[in-house]
Nanobody, 123 residues
Framework: VQLQASGGGLVQAGGYLRLSCAAS????????MAWFRQAPGKEREFVAG???????SYADSVRGRFTISRDNAKSAVYLQMNSLNPEDTALYYC??????????????????WGRGTLVTVSS
């Protein structure tokens, strides 16, 4: 399975971006998909996840501002990010879980990772 994330860029505080992640290879849509991010000097952190049935989970820091969605027919997952602030600046990664039963916030529960896409929010 290969995951390709795109959509990052430079945006002013208060702005928005939409990240996309396309899966190829054995892109079985039954698995939980998630977005993580990693800022310089910090550990990788969970941002949002989504199960096949559409159930979602968000980090407290982004709830109400970010929306995760998926298109199973296209083997794609998206992250709509609104009201961005400088603290959202990070390398954003999409990932596929070992399981479709839960949404885990632990990176260790994810078996496939895409290359990150950089989001920079200026103040």
């Amino acid at each position: 399975v290969q995951l390709q994330a795109s959509g990052g860029g430079l945006v002013q505080a208060g702005g928005y971006l939409r990240l996309s992640c396309a899966a190829s290879g054995r892109a079985d849509s039954s698995y939980t998909m998630a977005w993580f991010r990693q800022a310089p000097g910090k550990e990788r952190e969970f941002v949002a996840g989504i199960r096949l049935n559409g159930a979602t989970s968000y980090a407290d820091s982004v709830r109400g501002r970010f929306t995760i969605s998926r298109d199973n027919a296209k083997s794609a997952v998206y992250l709509q990010m609104n009201s961005l602030n400088p603290e959202d600046t990070a390398l954003y990664y999409c990932a596929r879980s070992y399981s479709g039963a839960i949404i885990s916030g632990s990176p260790q529960r994810y078996s496939f990772w895409g290359r990150g896409t950089l989001v920079t929010v200026s103040s």
